[in-house]
């Protein structure tokens, strides 16, 4: 397995789009709601997440996905995925509950050959004729051309959203390209917890989060999540923050008098730990409308929390 690890890949990354399209030189798929990860098949699993860093021990039951592979030696592309009910669920997968499945939707290498170069359709081909989908394996599925149509069927069964992607398209390691696309039914991003507010009812670690995201300048803050927690992921988030004597926002760039007036004390906290905020819209003064907390994101590190989402030509 080491000589496919040398490989250094990253995840290729998607660009976001404002509505669905159709068009016949694109790939629509579900946009899968988990932990992107390359998995490396040869003689055992290995995988890594969006960072390259090595998470193979998080995911004990994904160990036997290379007897998917049928003794090729394999790079795949895909997202690490707790099914609930049929469907995937985000805080399931951090809890360590649900069953916990590998959705492939893409091969990057096959015995040692780079496929990057080669057209989207062809590496799509060989992934469903090279790698066999069992248990903890699936390979995606998604249609041509109609992308309106499949984002209200994604929309209808709950899910997270859609992903276009062109047909004819290279794999771009590491970057973050208008190749492939993202369409969400909820929108999320990517946020870095500020602070806290205290709670005034007895035992409860806190009210809200602050949060913020990343810009030139420095943070920017968001707003407050005060919805979506359970008594386990507050728990969780308090044991993971530092508390600083100031403000992490940059200057002129956190929240406003009469927000902290509405919202009570704030305790600072050290810009470490991220988390992924679902939220309806964002407001013409740049905070997030009906936000709530989807779950941490120990993947990601404070600067990929970029705002506004997708703004980073990473």
Same mark, same amino acid.
């Given at each position: 397995? +080491? ?19 159709? +068009? ?40 036997? *996905? ?48 780079? *496929? =990057? ?17 069992? $248990? ?27 992903? &276009? ?7 771009? $390691? ?32 806190? &009210?809200?989060? =602050? ?8 943070? @920017? ?40 007036? &509405? ?7 050290? $810009? ?21 907390? &989807?779950?941490?994101?120990?993947? @990601? ?14």
């Amino acid at each position: 397995m +080491s000589d496919l690890f040398e490989t250094g890949l990253l995840p290729m990354l998607a660009r976001e789009a404002r509505e669905p399209f159709d +068009s016949p030189g694109h790939l629509f798929e579900v946009k899968w709601d988990g932990y992107r990860g390359l998995a490396f098949l040869g003689d055992g699993t290995s995988l890594r997440g969006r960072h390259g860093t090595d998470i193979t021990h998080r995911f004990a039951t994904l160990l036997r *996905l290379h007897e998917s592979a049928a003794g090729h030696r394999l790079i795949l592309d895909g997202e690490i995925v707790a099914v609930v009910g049929g469907r995937p669920s985000f805080s399931a997968l951090q809890a360590g509950e649900g069953q916990v499945v590998y959705v492939a939707f893409d091969l990057l290498y096959v015995d040692g050959e780079p *496929l =990057l170069d080669q057209p989207l359709w062809l590496r799509r081909e060989l992934l469903h004729k090279l790698v066999a989908t069992k $248990p903890p394996l699936v390979v995606s599925e998604g249609i041509h051309e109609y992308g309106r149509r499949y984002f209200e069927a994604v929309r209808n069964a709950g899910l997270e959203g859609l992903m &276009a992607k062109e047909l004819t398209s290279p794999y771009r $390691p590491g970057r973050r390209t208008a190749y492939w696309l993202k369409i969400k039914v909820w929108r999320d991003l990517d946020a870095v917890v500020c602070g806290y507010t205290k709670s005034t009812t007895g035992g409860d670690p806190f &009210a809200a989060l =602050l949060v913020g995201g990343w810009q030139e300048n420095g943070l @920017l803050f968001l707003g407050y999540v005060g919805t979506g927690f359970g008594e386990r992921e507050k728990k969780l988030i308090m044991k993971q923050l530092l508390t600083r004597a100031q403000s992490p926002f940059a200057p002129g760039r956190g929240p406003r008098p009469a927000e902290l007036r &509405a919202h009570g004390p704030v305790v600072y906290v050290e $810009p470490g730990v991220c988390c992924r905020v679902r939220y309806r819209e964002i407001t013409a003064d740049g905070r997030l409308r009906h936000a709530s907390f &989807a779950g941490l994101r120990p993947d @990601l590190v404070p600067s990929d929390c970029v705002f506004p989402p997708g703004s980073s030509e990473k």
